[in-house]
T-cell receptor
């Protein structure tokens, strides 16, 4: 069964860059890597998705090394409103299932 | 446009009763997902529908759980003989067609189930 692990929590200050890494050793060849943000009492919200190398959108960047066994979500210049839990999501090798990472609770302070 | 909606938003039931949770996906989204999130915990994948078909039901926690989808639209998650361990928020998401991991999912607000 696929397993994805993330740091439990991270602390940062406004204006800093935050990098959150997810380990997904069993990712399948055709699986994508997706990151979601979740605020309390809300459903997760899509941040970014990638397959390999680097992807950038208006809110984040996603770095995926050649072996694809990990990925790093990069949030540039975080603000207080970025305080949330961040999850990576990958497919489960050989199955029609998905596995969320353990989640990283990011706290941004003034 | 309208997002994913779920009903009821809250459900309190007695242990042993059956419950039905409903999900209305975004119109045109052929993929639909159910997840469970226990209090303070991460997201647990339950089942995925492509159209009206669920390729793999092994993510359902026990045989008390079942799910169906009709008309490539509404989906129902049924829990029979509820147990206190079933207490959680049940989240539904939908996405455009594609591989199970390749699409942006849009989540509903969830149904908070409390089993007393």
């Amino acid at each position: 069964l696929a397993k994805t692990t993330q740091p439990i929590s991270m602390d940062s200050y406004e204006g800093q860059e935050v990098n959150i890494t997810c380990s997904h050793n069993n990712i399948a060849t055709n699986d994508y890597i997706t990151w979601y943000q979740q605020f309390p009492s809300q459903g997760p919200r899509f941040i970014i998705q990638g397959y390999k190398t680097k992807v950038t959108n208006e809110v984040a960047s996603l770095f995926i090394p050649a072996d694809r066994k990990s990925s790093t979500l990069s949030l540039p210049r975080v603000s207080l409103s970025d305080t949330a839990v961040y999850y990576c999501l990958v497919g489960d090798t050989g199955f029609q299932k998905l596995v969320f990472g353990t989640g990283t609770r990011l706290l941004v302070s003034p | 446009g309208a997002g994913v909606s779920q009903s009821p938003s809250n459900k309190v039931t007695e242990k042993g009763k059956d419950v039905e949770l409903r999900c209305d996906p975004i119109s045109g989204h052929t993929a639909l997902y159910w997840y469970r999130q226990r209090l303070g915990q991460g997201l647990e994948f339950l089942i995925y529908f492509q159209g009206n078909s669920a390729p793999d039901k092994s993510g359902l926690p026990s045989d008390r759980f079942s799910a169906e989808r009709t008309g490539e639209s509404v989906s129902t998650l049924t829990i029979q003989r509820t147990q206190q361990e079933d207490s959680a928020v049940y989240l539904c998401a939908s996405s455009l067609a594609g591989e199970v991991s390749s699409n942006e999912q849009y989540f509903g607000p969830g149904t908070r189930l409390t089993v007393t």
